[in-house]
């Protein structure tokens, strides 16, 4: 409904800028405001069976990465391998594959300079990406003097770039095939962050690893995924009223003036280091 009232309102606008209509219909109508959805995510038995289909797919790199960091489509879609960090197992994200208003595609700057930052792997999940460099040099040897290098880490087989919305066309197909709802690309980010939540990462941190321009973008998106937080903090937090410590007689308390100590009842008693008292 909304998507409708945009256009009509664009075009009674452009009517009443023509003179053809002194006033928009619209003028008093406002836009209907929806309740937001949560985010959806794969949960790790669909992860299992998603990469499973895709076990002959070449793209499953592609998908695997996006799940091991959290980027944006045109950021894992303009990865160069100059940006790879290979001693430190990282990646630098500083640009992105974007579409102009011809839908042409092209190598262009991230939106936001905060889009700008390092993402760290796991061993395994470096690994991986090491293997797909593999993969890609085979096919470059194959295509010879065809393949057309641009240093992208994901590509097509020539080393053209990917167009954009391939890519989450091919995941959708590959969920049906693995017998799972059907996700969205942007969903694999989603699926990163709430791994990140559930391994108790602070949300600064979270906000930082996704490129989030405030810390509120983070917790307005993901803040329904931290329903231990609450009980966490306080679980860890100091109570008004401490309990006095007691480490035993390191550090105890005064003992009271009519305690006898045991020098004094021995004194007292009897013989001290076998010698008896003179009488």
């Known amino acids: 409904v909304n998507r409708i009232y945009c256009v ?17 219909p619209l003028a008093k109508v406002r836009k209907i405001k929806s309740e937001k959805k949560g985010v959806r995510f794969l949960s790790d038995e669909q992860i299992s069976r998603l990469m499973t289909a895709m076990a002959e797919c070449r793209m499953r790199y592609l998908f695997h990465f ?15 391998w100059r940006d790879v960090d290979f001693e430190n197992k990282q990646v630098l994200i500083r640009q992105a594959l974007v579409k102009d208003k011809n839908e042409t595609v092209k190598i262009g700057s991230l939106k936001k300079e905060t889009a700008a930052r390092q993402i760290p792997l796991t061993k395994e999940d470096f690994a991986v990406l090491m293997e797909w460099q593999k993969v890609q040099d085979a096919e470059k040897a194959l295509l010879g003097p065809a393949y057309q290098e641009k240093g992208l ?3 097509r087989v020539d080393g053209q770039p990917i167009y954009p919305d391939t890519p989450g066309e091919w995941l959708e197909d590959y969920c049906v095939a693995a017998n799972i709802q059907r996700f969205k690309l942007h969903e694999l980010r989603h699926t990163y962050a709430s791994r990140m939540i559930r391994a108790g990462t602070h949300p600064k941190v979270i906000q930082e690893l996704l490129g989030h321009t405030k810390i509120t973008v983070t917790m307005d998106t993901y803040g329904h995924l931290f329903p231990g937080m609450k009980r966490e903090a306080v679980d860890k937090a100091t109570p008004v009223l401490q309990k006095p410590k007691q480490d035993g007689a390191k550090g105890a308390p005064d003992q009271a003036e009519d305690s006898v100590s045991p020098a004094d009842d021995a004194t007292d008693s009897g013989p001290v280091n076998g010698e008896q008292k003179s009488g």
């Open 153 to 155: 880490v994901f590509c």
């Open 8 to 24: 009509l309102h664009l075009l009674f606008e452009f009517a009443v800028e023509r003179e053809y209509l002194s006033r928009s």
């Open 66 to 80: 996006i799940l091991a960091t959290g980027t944006r489509r045109g950021e894992a879609l303009g990865l160069n």
